[in-house]
């Protein structure tokens, strides 16, 4: 069933220190109370969130609306200008191996091979030559790029750049994946390939994903949560569970009703936005 409910309304009064760190075991993530400011824009003001563990929660929201901000601040690259990021009960104070990033833009190395830049995270915290190789060798399979291991990024088309980023983000295996918009510079047959691969990772690798999407239907077929952002100063205004779609079929998901019900609802609620 879906099911929506006011975040602001679940998160005590105040600060609620105490309160939230209770529920730290189920929560792989908490945003409280974050506000960003980039001089005089407001980013973000008094953002709360909580990300569950294992599930893959969705940022969306109209652009600009600072999602990519709100990645980078629980990334630890970004400092918020008030509130608290805590990643497994543990305040953030900056960038940590239990994160791992797959950025907008790739941010691959253009002088590196594939297979080094997907064993680069490994490389950073100094795991030995043939064993990062070999992990990477096989998340390169995993996302459907053996044979590529020696090809450059320049030689690779957008969509299997942003496989090496989702390799490389795999590799390191961090409990927590931050993932910005990973699969927008692909063709749309390929990007219904990523989501059900998508779904096959969280059911199995029992991470905690970070979705950012400007897809509503993307956002519907792949999330156990999804955070519909307000537009800028942003902060949550609605949370939605597609709970009963998480038990179907992968390829019956389009047609379920409910999957049409929900996408219908977010278009409402998002239009005033765009009118
Ligand atoms: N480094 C920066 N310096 C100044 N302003 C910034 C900076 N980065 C982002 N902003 C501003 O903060 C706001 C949020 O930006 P952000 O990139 O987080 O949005 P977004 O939701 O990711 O957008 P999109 O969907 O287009 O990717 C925007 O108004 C942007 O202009
Ligand atoms: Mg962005």
Request: glycine residues 12%; charged residues 30%; contains cysteine.
């Given at each position: 069933m879906l099911q929506t409910d006011n975040p602001v309304q679940d998160l005590p009064a105040g600060h609620g220190h105490s309160v939230a760190s209770s529920n730290s075991s189920a929560n792989a993530v908490s945003v409280r109370n974050v506000s960003k400011n980039y001089g005089t824009v407001?980013?973000?003001?008094?953002l709360s969130l909580e990300f569950p563990k294992g599930q893959l929660t969705s940022l969306l929201g109209p652009?600009?609306?600072g999602k990519t901000t709100l990645l980078k601040i629980i990334a630890g690259l970004l400092e918020p200008t008030s509130g608290e990021i805590e990643v497994d009960g543990r305040s953030v104070d900056g960038p940590g191996p239990d994160r791992a990033f797959v950025f907008q833009d790739f941010a691959l190395l253009p002088w590196a091979s594939v297979l080094r830049n997907v064993s680069f995270g490994l490389e950073l915290r100094g795991v030995a030559k043939s064993e990062r190789e070999d992990i990477a060798a096989k998340y390169i399979a995993d996302v459907?790029?053996?044979?590529?291991?020696?090809?450059?990024?320049?030689?690779?088309?957008g969509g299997m750049r942003q496989r090496v980023g989702l390799a490389r983000a795999l590799s390191v295996d961090s409990d927590v994946l931050l993932m910005d918009e990973?699969?927008?510079?692909?063709d749309e047959q390929t990007r219904r390939k990523f989501q059900e691969d998508l779904l096959s990772l969280v059911a199995n690798e029992n991470k905690t994903f970070i979705f950012v999407t400007h897809s509503i239907e993307e956002a519907v077929y792949v999330s156990d949560q999804i955070a519909i952002l307000l537009p800028r100063p942003s902060r949550v205004s609605d949370i939605i569970r597609?709970?009963?779609?998480?038990?179907?079929?992968s390829r019956s998901i389009r047609r379920d009703p409910e999957y049409l019900d929900i996408v219908d609802e977010i278009w409402e609620s998002l239009r005033s936005y765009v009118e």
């Open positions: 407001e980013a973000l003001k008094d652009s600009g609306c459907g790029l053996a044979g590529f291991e020696k090809s450059y990024p320049h030689e690779l088309s990973p699969f927008s510079a692909v597609p709970s009963g779609l998480r038990e179907k079929d």
